[in-house]
């Protein structure tokens, strides 16, 4: 079984800056594709950022792309989201998720292991 823990939310300005940190335990994810979704307030979940199993290739949603910088680091097991220009519409609980499947997907029932959150808010 694999376990998921983020870190790293909080409270911040709009233009500020947060890192995120999901780390992994239970059994290495180093050939697994890893992925970064968050969920807003009455909205459903979706795919913010991806990575492939040797950090070579990232993905990013649209409306994050230029801001967020996703990374990973197989061997502390680990997968970290820089959030950078933050605005409010970035307010949402952040979720770590990882996949068997070592390929890219933005759909949200492709993944098989999840965080717990961590709460990120923007203020205007």
């Known amino acids: 079984q694999v376990q998921l823990v983020e870190s790293g939310g909080g409270l911040v300005q709009a233009g500020g800056s947060l890192r995120l940190s999901c780390a992994a335990s239970?059994?290495?994810?180093?050939?697994?594709?890893m992925g970064w979704f968050r969920q807003a307030p009455g909205k459903e979940r979706e795919f913010v950022a991806g990575?492939?199993?040797?950090?070579?290739?990232?993905y990013y949603a649209d409306s994050v792309k230029g801001r967020f910088i996703i990374s990973r680091d197989n061997a502390r097991n680990t997968v970290d989201v820089q959030l950078n220009s933050l605005k409010p519409e970035d307010t949402a609980v952040y979720y770590c998720?990882?996949?068997?499947?070592?390929?890219?997907?933005?759909?949200?029932?492709?993944?098989?292991?999840w965080g717990q959150g961590t709460q990120v808010t923007v203020s205007s």
């Open positions: 998720a990882a996949r068997v499947d070592p390929f890219y997907s933005n759909n949200r029932g492709s993944y098989n292991y």
């Open positions: 990575i492939r199993w040797s950090g070579e290739s990232t």
């Open positions: 239970g059994r290495s994810l180093s050939s697994n594709f």
